[in-house]
């Protein structure tokens, strides 16, 4: 039965089928210890593994001694490894943990397994403030994470007030807005001012030919070429919206069993949906000012963390954000090598993925059960 026309007393179904009840993450679910042991040894070899992919390749061994060697060695390779492949994994794990973070987050507010900040249009209206910023304003990398932040912020309240204005229409089809059972309009609306605001973009990129030269690269995500002067500003945000979204993780899984529930416990829903909004913004708009719109990486990630750990677990969003951060930087170790000696943006790698699991997830659940 489609969840948009299902019985009020059935409306809860989806989000069941998305985020399972407390009793099925018990026994039948492996302890957390173990994914996450092995997902941090998967990290750290595809972290030396980055550092050793380029247009020259090096050794194991010798990427680890030009991070020893320090900054006083003039080495080629040491030069290489320490000014490019070192500053671009970091930027991949940190950009890669805060989308799926991010995405995570807006699946449990949401209870909707179609949610991202992709999804929602946040990325786009991030987009759009950048490269209004970077066309007709002074440009600076405090100004395009302030940008990007602006953009994130109303995107998601735009999405909020769009969906919480079709209350006339309660008889037929539930309130969409966080508060309500099902949130399917969330991602119709964010589809929709996504691609509104995407055209704008292109408009603004067409009339501009510079800004269209300089744009095309970091319109189509990529974690290549950014210099520290970008990546460090960024950081202090999305260590701030990390430690939010964890310190909301028991919270959510709460929400997530029905804001009834939650209320009759004790819970201030209301709260908890306000940080967790803030955290999405913070995660969401500090990674598109760094790198770009990469999409779907807080889609895909946290569908696949929840096949390992249970999303009722409350090291579940840290277990999210970590998958993210090795889901991204394998990406751009593939669009390093994909074509060479050229590179492709990372942002068209995770489409590749991300756009079939996007599909197949969605054609699930529209399928009746």
Same mark, same amino acid.
């Given at each position: ?219 189509? !995500? ?43 416990? !004790? ?103």
């Amino acid at each position: 039965m489609d969840p948009e026309h299902a019985h009020p007393q059935d409306r809860q179904k989806p989000a069941q089928s998305a985020f399972p009840p407390q009793e099925e993450s018990g026994p039948t679910r492996p302890g957390l210890g173990g994914p996450i042991a092995l997902t941090l040894g998967l990290l750290l070899l595809v972290f030396v593994a980055s550092l050793c992919t380029g247009n020259k390749p090096v050794s194991p061994s010798r990427a680890i001694t030009a991070l020893l060697n320090g900054a006083d060695s003039t080495e080629p390779v040491d030069v290489i490894v320490r000014t490019s492949r070192l500053p671009r994994s970091l930027l991949a794990i940190m950009v890669g943990g805060a989308l799926a973070l991010a995405g995570g987050v807006t699946q449990a507010l949401t209870r909707n397994p179609l949610g991202s900040p992709s999804v929602l249009g946040i990325n786009h209206g991030a987009s759009l403030a950048v490269v209004v910023t970077a066309t007709f304003a002074a440009g600076g990398n405090w100004s395009q994470t302030g940008a990007a932040f602006a953009g994130a912020t109303a995107a998601g309240a735009l999405v909020l007030l769009i969906t919480a204005g079709g209350r006339g229409t309660q008889s037929v089809r539930p309130p969409a807005n966080l508060s309500g059972d099902t949130s399917t309009d969330l991602a119709v609306a964010g589809f929709t001012l996504g691609t509104l605001f995407a055209s704008i973009v292109q408009m603004i990129l067409v009339l501009n030919e510079e800004s269209l030269e300089a744009s095309r690269r970091w319109l189509a !995500g990529s974690v290549g070429d950014v210099p520290t002067s970008v990546l460090w500003p960024t950081l202090p945000f999305i260590l701030v919206g990390t430690a939010i979204a964890c310190s909301l993780a028991r919270p959510l899984s709460l929400l997530a069993t029905g804001e009834e529930v939650a209320q009759a416990l !004790g819970q201030h829903s209301t709260r908890v949906k306000s940080l967790a909004s803030l955290s999405v913004v913070l995660l969401a708009g500090s990674a598109v000012a760094a790198a770009g719109p990469i999409s779907f990486v807080g889609f895909a990630v946290p569908h696949a963390a929840r096949r390992l750990v249970s999303s009722q677990n409350p090291w579940s969003l840290p277990f999210t954000a970590l998958c993210g951060a090795v889901f991204l930087l394998l990406a751009d170790i593939f669009a390093r090598v994909a074509l060479h000696p050229r590179e492709l943006p990372v942002g068209i790698m995770t489409a590749l993925v991300g756009g079939p699991v996007f599909i197949i997830i969605a054609r699930r659940e529209k399928t009746p059960r």
